[in-house]
């Protein structure tokens, strides 16, 4: 069996994960690796939502053009 | 007795017996009325309707203020500080809503009373309605931004009742929890609705299905449900709806609501039901004269609705969404 793709997900509300309850403490963002099956089912809902982490990747980016020069 | 009958807004004749007399046919031409029935609808048995006592209404809603302590014994001795005792309110405005009938004024009149074709536009026009009514009740019901924080689940991919990861009591109690722990309901009080869809997977549940096998084969039913989980009445209903292409789908998909309803229309008790303040008033069936617009020859099916889209007590109600694979 091939091993699915995983990626970072935010939870957004009271979500079940295989037999676990999971839930984003008030002020509190959670953030988890889900399946990918597992993680789009939840963002079809409503509950979760894919972390896109561009500007994270744009810092690195500028930060080794620095380091060029 | 003497009817009269009109021909875009002329009098043409005043009985049927003149009319054919006239060798005018005074049969329609065609008589194609299906009717869906739909029956009772879910969300019209979950949330109550409010009766609007005027044209600009307020409707109160009960908040948490209901549970803290108060200083009654102040009240004693001084007018009441009505300010802590007040509802938040939420006015709403009066909207008008008509439907034609497929069936202009002529043909009604000209149709023969044995056909009852008036009484079949007015079946036909309410059910139009009512499946209105319906869709906006659902669409509340199934939006999870409708309830309160924690009042929601959503079940991931392989943990739906009727797959291997499924539990659905362990669902169902966990949300039963939620709601009782807001507002001091205790479980047997909770209903529980489930889409067809829904209930066709609590009755595959496999940790369920594994400890009946052992003493009978016959499939569960909604009360064996009800003792399995521990909540009030589990009950369920499947309508629904046709979109444009004719395609015919559950209004309800496949979710589960909980929710706490006394059943007393207009009266928001203690408990905090869960209320939709959509009041509407429909005539009856064929349309009364005021509504019958001489310039078009048509006959209007009108009703009135105070459109008041939420749900006001959204603490005493949870939704389960993904409940089957």
């Known amino acids: ?69 | 007795m003497s009817r009269i009958i009109q021909f875009q807004g002329q009098r043409a004749a005043e009985s049927h017996l003149d009319n054919v007399q006239l060798n005018i046919d005074p049969i329609v031409t065609e008589l194609v009325l299906g009717q869906p029935g739909p029956g009772e609808m879910p969300g019209a048995r979950i949330l109550k309707s409010v009766t609007a006592p005027a044209w600009n209404f307020q409707y109160r809603q009960n908040d948490l203020n209901r549970l803290k302590r108060f200083d009654t014994e102040r009240g004693m001795r001084q007018p009441i500080k009505t300010g802590d005792f007040r509802y938040s309110m939420v006015s709403a405005s009066l909207k008008r809503f008509s439907f034609g009938t497929l069936r202009d004024v002529d043909e009604l009149q000209n149709a023969h009373p044995s056909l009852g074709l008036r009484e079949a536009c007015g079946r036909f026009s309410k059910t139009i309605v009512d499946m209105d009514l319906e869709r906006r009740r659902r669409d509340l019901l199934v939006t999870a931004g409708n309830y309160d924080t924690g009042n929601t689940l959503a079940i991931s991919a392989g943990s739906e009742w009727d797959s291997a990861g499924g539990d659905s009591k362990s669902d169902i109690r966990a949300m039963l929890a939620v709601i009782s722990g807001k507002t001091g309901l205790r479980y047997n009080q909770i209903s529980v609705f489930l889409s067809d869809k829904s209930l066709q997977a609590a009755l595959e549940d496999p940790i369920f299905n594994a400890t009946r096998s052992n003493w009978t084969a016959d499939t569960a039913d909604e009360q064996a449900l009800q003792r399995y989980w521990g909540s009030g009445p589990v009950w369920s209903m499947n309508p629904v709806e046709a979109d444009d292409n004719g395609v015919v789908s559950p209004m309800y998909g496949d979710v589960a609501i909980l929710y706490y309803n006394s059943g007393i229309a207009g009266v928001d008790t203690m408990d905090g039901d869960l209320t939709f303040a959509c009041d509407f008033k429909y005539n009856g069936g064929v349309a009364s004269k005021p509504f019958y617009n001489d310039l078009v020859t048509s006959w209007m099916f009108p009703w009135t609705a105070y459109d008041y889209p939420a749900i006001t007590t959204n603490f005493s109600g949870a939704l389960i969404t993904n409940c089957a694979a």
Not at chain 1, 24 to 44: I, T, Y
Not at chain 1, 48 to 58: F, G, R, W
């Open chain 1, 1 to 69: 069996m091939s091993e699915n793709k995983t990626q970072k997900y935010q939870i957004l509300s009271r979500v079940k994960i295989g037999s676990e309850y999971f839930a984003p403490e008030d002020g509190e963002a959670l953030f988890m690796d889900l399946d990918d099956r597992v993680g789009q089912s939840l963002v079809e809902q409503g509950a979760a939502k894919i972390v896109v982490e561009k500007v994270a990747k744009v810092a690195e980016k500028d930060a080794d053009k620095s380091d060029k020069k």
